[in-house]
């Protein structure tokens, strides 16, 4: 059984800095492209980051966080990392790692989500 797990949430005051991880574990065959989204209370899911597996990788972010989160993965460990810095109240929302993975229990690759992580910037 294929699981994304996401770490790293919490309380941070304005201007502050978290780091996101999302580890993907179970029978995988393949791991391509990787996803941070957010949901903030009321609104949208929306994209955030996105890295593939392509060497070099390739990175995309969302406007409002260009300059401020940094998406990384570490292959090896299966991992995805969000950096977030300069955290501001609008930051705040339930941050979800999603990933492309061709599990061995799977005829063809898919999305999977975790279960998704709470991040509040606030005073």
């Known amino acids: 059984q294929v699981r994304l797990v996401e770490s790293g949430g919490g309380l941070v005051q304005p201007g502050g800095s978290l780091r996101l991880s999302c580890v993907a574990s179970g029978s995988i065959l393949s791991l391509s492209t990787m996803r941070w989204y957010r949901q903030a209370p009321g609104k949208e899911r929306e994209l955030v980051a996105s890295?593939?597996?392509?060497?070099?990788?390739?990175?995309n972010y969302a406007e409002s966080v260009k300059g401020r989160f940094t998406i990384s993965r570490d292959n090896a460990e299966k991992t995805v990392y969000l950096h977030m810095n300069s955290l501001q109240p609008v930051d705040t929302g339930v941050y979800y790692c999603?990933?492309?993975?061709?599990?061995?229990?799977?005829?063809?690759?898919?999305?999977?989500w975790g279960q998704g992580t709470q991040v509040t910037v606030s005073s």
């Open positions: 999603n990933a492309v993975i061709f599990a061995a229990t799977d005829l063809a690759p898919r999305d999977y």
């Open positions: 890295i593939t597996n392509s060497v070099p990788v390739e990175t």
